[in-house]
Nanobody
Framework: VQLQASGGGSVQAGGSLRLSCAVS????????GAWFRQAPGKEREFVAA????????YYSDSVKGRFTISRDSADNTVYLQMNSLKPEDTAVYYC???????????????????WGQGTQVTVSS
């Protein structure tokens, strides 16, 4: 399984960006797609996740209400729409995938088997 992330860039605070993660194939009906991010000097942290079959979504408190995760079955892509961006959202964003993620571990990096390359998001004040 390969994940290909795209869509990063530089925006001013208050702006929007949409990230895409193309998934080569889904290995399970219980597949979860997710986004994590890592700022300089910080650990990689959970941003959002989506249950592919139920479309249930999960967000970190820091992005809830501003970011929206979605998926498109037609092209096996997971999206992250980021609105009202803040300078503290600046990070390298990574897409991840897990064939069978238990709900209690959704925010854990260890729950995801597959990782894409990072895409840089820079928000200036």
């Amino acid at each position: 399984v390969q994940l290909q992330a795209s869509g990063g860039g530089s925006v001013q605070a208050g702006g929007s960006l949409r990230l895409s993660c193309a998934v080569s194939k889904r290995t399970s009906s219980r597949y979860f797609g997710a986004w994590f991010r890592q700022a300089p000097g910080k650990e990689r942290e959970f941003v959002a996740a989506i249950n592919w079959s139920s479309r249930s979504t999960y967000y970190s408190d820091s992005v809830k209400g501003r970011f929206t995760i979605s998926r498109d079955s037609a092209d096996n892509t997971v999206y992250l729409q980021m609105n009202s961006l803040k300078p503290e959202d600046t990070a390298v964003y990574y897409c991840a995938g897990g064939p069978s993620v238990i709900q209690s571990t959704i925010q854990s990096r260890d729950a995801y088997y597959y990782w894409g390359q990072g895409t840089q998001v820079t928000v200036s004040s």
